[in-house]
């Protein structure tokens, strides 16, 4: 069993920032790509950053030159640091990991979702 756990989210004002941790447990041996999708009220979840195991990255274009992901891989975590935060970065932040392998032959899992973390850009 996989479990995502993420940090970091709160109240913060415009043209202020956050850092995301996701921390990802259980019997891992690797993850193709960790990432952060967010989900606004009334809209459809999207996607926000990712980020490969060989450090290829994918931002959303709203998120460019603002927000940065990096990974960890030694431990499994991702973290999104988010800078120039506006009023419309407001959303429940979920953490993805998609690729899983418990053993280097094992097949890949299903993509795992963290619980999710509320960030709110408002003065």
């Known amino acids: 069993q996989v479990q995502l756990v993420e940090s970091g989210g709160g109240l913060v004002q415009p043209g202020g920032s956050l850092r995301l941790s996701c921390a990802a447990s259980?019997?891992?041996?690797?993850?193709?790509?960790m990432g952060w999708y967010r989900q606004a009220p009334g809209k459809q979840r999207e996607l926000v950053a990712t980020?490969?195991?060989?450090?290829?990255?994918i931002y959303a274009d709203s998120v460019k030159g603002r927000f940065t992901i990096s990974r960890d891989n030694a431990k499994n975590t991702v973290f999104l640091q988010m800078n120039s935060l506006k009023p419309e970065d407001t959303a429940v932040y979920y953490c993805?990991?998609?690729?899983?392998?418990?053993?280097?032959?094992?097949?890949?899992?299903?993509?795992?979702w963290g619980q999710g973390t509320q960030v709110t850009v408002s003065s």
């Open positions: 259980g019997i891992i041996f690797s993850i193709d790509a």
């Open positions: 993805n990991a998609d690729g899983i392998r418990t053993t280097i032959v094992a097949p890949k899992l299903r993509p795992y």
């Open positions: 980020i490969t195991d060989s450090d290829i990255r």
